[in-house]
């Protein structure tokens, strides 16, 4: 979809308004971000694998490489080669994790990450956070369950919403 409205600002890419970004351009800023909803908005139709590998393809990547990289990072067993639909909630999630991140975002945006991992699960998805943080990727989480993620290195700040607004945080120099 075409954006309508709104500005891009991060520091890779010169602010514009998005109105104004040309097809290359667009490409350019997605290329940048990696994004996982509360949904996990893969194709249920297609297996897990083939979800990872049309992402792969469209961040410009060899798929086989990338697929064998994604299914050993985010522990994607046998249940990636059946169709997303007939996977688990926590199943589905790790796919959308995997196919966000298969190309090694600048900026990388999480809503509810968690939801419908098993213990295992999250603590791969701290490993996974860790390692994108480490490697100089902007990752912004929004969790229900902040604890999962207190005690990360690189931490610049965590902000408290309540009803959308603001009611508390805290910021590290």
């Given at each position: 979809m075409r954006a309508t409205s709104?500005?891009?600002?991060?520091?890779?890419?010169?602010?514009?308004?998005?109105?104004?970004?040309?097809?290359?351009?667009?490409?350019?800023?997605?290329g940048e971000v990696g994004w996982v909803s509360h949904e996990t908005?893969?194709?249920?139709?297609?297996?897990?694998?083939?979800?990872?590998e049309l992402a792969a393809r469209f961040q410009g990547l060899e798929r086989a490489a990338a697929w064998a990289e994604a299914r050993e990072r985010f522990d994607l067993g046998s249940f990636a080669e059946r169709p997303l639909r007939t996977c688990s909630r926590g199943q589905r999630?790790?796919?959308?994790?995997?196919?966000?991140?298969?190309h090694r975002p600048s900026l990388v945006l999480?809503?509810?990450?968690?939801?419908?991992?098993?213990k295992p699960g999250v603590e791969r998805l701290r490993e996974v956070v860790r390692?994108?943080?480490?490697?100089?990727a902007v990752v912004v989480v929004v969790s229900h369950e902040p604890e999962v993620f207190l005690g990360f290195e690189g931490v610049v700040a965590r902000v408290r919403l309540d009803r959308g607004r603001v009611v508390g945080g805290e910021a590290r120099a």
């Open positions: 709104g500005t891009v600002v991060y520091e890779p890419i010169s602010p514009h308004d998005v109105r104004d970004l040309s097809a290359d351009e667009l490409a350019r800023v997605r908005l893969a194709y249920p139709d297609l297996t897990g694998r083939q979800n990872v999630q790790r796919v959308a994790l995997a196919r966000a991140l298969v999480l809503d509810e990450p968690t939801a419908g991992l098993d390692g994108e943080v480490e490697r100089g």
